[in-house]
């Protein structure tokens, strides 16, 4: 069981906005502005999305933005494109030198 | 450009231990963290712990306190994590990924798959 909760799916046609949540407690999400999201496609290696919380990687369209709301975390996808197609996992620091990620959420585009 | 590349698969007997490898390059090795964090086949992502490539400081998750060690070789900018008493659920993809001291960030290395089997 992982330590931070996510929905295992979500779905959107494209054009939409979707927004995936991630629930922690206050002992790592609440606690810490070092949240970050993960893309993972079918057999390649996660890719860093996010980071501290709200903060876009290198290279990540501006469509990806993050928020955080006391223990919870989310990561909204805007303008679905079909290549937003994908797994998508938080992670955050847990405290005592500690990372946590949640259980990763299929991002479907109808 | 940033590259972690990573051994090969591994098939290994229960009670075994396994040691993957991780080399890096494009970037100077004692700037960032390396983590290692593994997936089982199709679940979620779970942190194994953490090594400073030059001061060797590591950290180390509860669930795998006692079976893994993480080591470096500064000289050919590579980090090693051994993971020893394996067992069937230790069945699983172990990426290498760089970061900082609290977060693991970008890139991650290709994987490497371990497989545990009698």
């Known amino acids: 069981q992982s330590a931070l909760t996510q929905p295992p799916s979500a779905s959107g046609s494209p054009g939409q906005s979707v927004t995936i949540s991630c629930t922690g407690t206050?002992?790592?999400?609440?606690?810490?502005?070092?949240v970050s999201w993960y893309q993972q496609h079918p057999g390649k290696a996660p890719k860093l999305m996010i980071y501290?919380?709200?903060k876009r990687a290198s290279g990540v369209p501006d469509r990806f933005s993050g928020s955080k709301s006391g223990n919870t975390a989310s990561l909204t996808v805007s303008g679905l494109q079909a290549e937003d197609e994908a797994d998508y996992f938080c992670?955050?620091?847990?405290?005592?030198?500690?990372?946590?990620f949640g259980g990763g959420t299929k991002l479907t585009v109808l | 450009q940033v590259q972690l590349v990573q051994s090969g698969a591994e098939v290994k007997k229960p009670g075994a231990s396994v040691k993957v490898s991780c080399q890096t390059s494009?970037?100077?090795?004692?700037?960032?963290?390396m983590h290692w964090v593994r997936q089982a086949p199709g679940q979620g992502l779970e942190w194994v712990g953490l090594?400073?490539?030059?001061?060797?400081?590591?950290s180390y998750a509860q669930n795998f306190q006692d079976r893994v060690t993480m080591t470096t070789d500064t000289s050919t900018s590579t980090v090693y994590m051994e993971l020893s008493s394996l067992r069937s659920e230790d069945t699983a993809m172990y990426y290498c990924?760089?970061?900082?001291?609290?977060?693991?960030?970008?890139?991650w290395g290709q994987g490497t798959l371990v497989t545990v089997s009698s």
């Open positions: 990924a760089r970061g900082g001291h609290l977060t693991v960030d970008d890139p």
């Open positions: 494009g970037y100077t090795f004692a700037n960032y963290y």
């Open positions: 090594i400073h490539p030059t001061r060797g400081d590591t």
């Open positions: 206050s002992s790592d999400v609440g606690g810490y502005s070092y």
């Open positions: 501290e919380v709200s």
């Open positions: 992670g955050s620091y847990g405290g005592s030198n500690n990372v946590v």
